[in-house]
């Protein structure tokens, strides 16, 4: 049995670039590759929580190694993946990196959307450009994006924030109609609600984090350990049929 499931879903010998890896649902997503076997590069700009991130990998008897990026701008992007293939070829992109700036949608200027639009989206977008095809050419790759339930239905100001991850989405079925064929699939993971820094000040809201756990179905709002299992799923051999999808990973939520 361990040897068909570690066939199924072991990544040894696998590289996982996983943008915004030092906290919340991405730092979840690289712990749980690092022990299915990959060797994690994790990308954040904090040093203090990147380092942090890498040492609790390492504890765990995981590899890991840091990368302090800034994907603000897209010559962030271009310089992340530099770096990336510098230390190693990699066979799993995760992209979990974002910005939530919703201000109420008549508040929302050009310098809001373009900074959403820079992380959220340019950022897979150009990592993808660069990873992607050597991936195909190697024959194994895997594009995760980080979505989220704004991009299906409003609520809480979505504003810029919603739309960057609808059009992320969107770029995975474009990547997956541009790779499949050639052994990269591309997915998105949709969660619920998660207590993280990156929503921060829905979090501070102790009765909208209730009537958030309430709309699921198992009762709870989301853990960075949740994404854990779906992570593993989508980096590994076993989801090669899989392609071009958003799943979500959310209680319930979505169809409460």
Not at 55 to 79: E, F, Q, V
Not at 90 to 118: C, F, H, K, Y
Not at 214 to 226: F, H, I, K, M, Q
Not at 229 to 238: D, E, I, Q, R, T
Request: no cysteine; hydrophobic share 45%.
């Amino acid at each position: 049995m361990d040897a068909y499931l570690t066939s199924l879903f072991g990544l040894e010998g696998r590289t996982a670039l996983v943008t915004g890896g030092s906290s919340g649902i991405g730092r979840g997503i690289a712990g749980a590759l690092a022990g299915a076997g990959a060797r994690v590069l994790i990308a954040a700009r904090t040093e203090a929580t990147l380092e942090e991130a890498v040492a609790r990998i390492r504890a765990d008897g995981g590899r890991a190694d840091p990368i302090r990026a800034d994907l603000s701008t897209r010559a962030g992007a271009h310089a992340l993946a530099a770096a990336a293939q510098q230390i190693a070829e990699v066979d799993i992109l995760v992209s979990s990196a974002g910005i939530n700036l919703r201000p109420p949608m008549e508040e929302l200027d050009e310098q809001v959307w373009d900074r959403t639009m820079t992380v959220n989206l340019d950022a897979p977008f150009l990592l993808g450009q660069h990873l992607a095809p050597a991936m195909a050419a190697r024959g194994y790759g895997r594009l995760i994006h980080l979505s989220s339930q704004q991009a299906h239905r409003p609520f809480a100001a979505s504003g810029a924030y919603g739309v960057s991850k609808a059009a992320v989405e969107g770029l995975a079925r474009s990547q997956a109609e541009a790779w499949s064929g050639r052994g990269v699939t591309a997915n998105a993971l949709i969660p619920g609600f998660v207590p993280t820094a990156l929503n921060r000040r829905l979090a501070a809201d102790p009765e909208r984090v209730e009537a958030l756990a309430a709309r699921t179905l198992v009762g709870r709002n989301g853990l960075s350990e949740d994404f854990a299992g779906a992570a593993v799923f989508l980096a590994s051999p076993a989801s090669a049929y899989v392609t071009g999808q958003s799943i979500a990973v959310d209680g319930g939520f979505s169809v409460h």
